[in-house]
């Protein structure tokens, strides 16, 4: 499968199992990042709208180096490492939050299925694991600047397709209102295209096949 494809149809499965625990692992890293790069560009004291269009393009960005780093044939280590990582993110979660629930099933697989696959070598399936980790942070960003003010506009019950769609309480976009007489919605579909670009750009042309070695 070519890797725009590969890297659309792992988007496309996050989006719609997004609340779901299956998609728990990915959505830790995701958490992590975009959590992080709100915290510091937090720092900055910048205007709601420069700083929503800062943090979204920094996640953007960092999702074009994840897609460049498979671009070098580095996924599996790269699917691997994150796994690895979002088992420490959970137990950490677990040890501060004293509470255990199925999100570790998933974690547990999702880690099991990665050591499972480098130890058979199969590369091509250690890429889809790898684009959903990479691809999971678009996704995230969609949420927030996309279907977060539309809900909003709607006036939707964010759990209306529960547990599969939950759409988060606030985005990156949330401070920015209708500025300019214009709706949030459309402020935040705007740069989420604009930041897309590069991502859609970045995921094709990736090799196919097998690791030499």
Do not use: Q
């Not at 897309?196 to 090799?207: A, C, D, E, M, W």
């Amino acid at each position: 499968m070519r890797s725009d494809i590969r890297a659309l149809v792992v988007s496309i499965l996050l989006f719609l199992l997004w609340g779901t625990g299956l998609t728990y692992p990915f959505r830790a890293i995701s958490d992590l990042i975009s959590n992080g790069t709100e915290a510091v560009v937090g720092k900055l004291s910048l205007p709601a709208i420069a700083s929503a269009v800062f943090i979204l393009l920094v996640v953007m960005g960092i999702t074009c180096v994840g897609l460049l780093g498979s671009k070098m044939e580095i996924s599996e280590h790269l699917a691997l490492g994150l796994s690895f990582l979002g088992s420490i993110l959970y137990s950490v979660k677990v040890f501060t939050s004293r509470s255990f629930n199925t999100d570790a099933i998933f974690v547990a697989l999702i880690l099991a299925v990665s050591l499972i696959l480098v130890l058979l070598s199969k590369t091509e399936w250690m890429r889809y694991i790898a684009d959903a980790y990479i691809m999971a942070l678009p996704v995230s960003m969609c949420y927030e600047c996309v279907l977060n003010p539309l809900y909003r506009l709607l006036k939707a019950d964010i759990y209306m397709f529960s547990p599969f769609i939950v759409v988060p309480k606030s985005g990156i976009f949330s401070k920015v209102g209708d500025l300019l007489g214009v709706p949030l919605v459309a402020w935040g579909t705007f740069f989420f295209i604009v930041a897309l670009l590069p991502v859609i750009y970045t995921s094709g042309g990736r090799k196919e096949g097998r690791i030499k070695r």
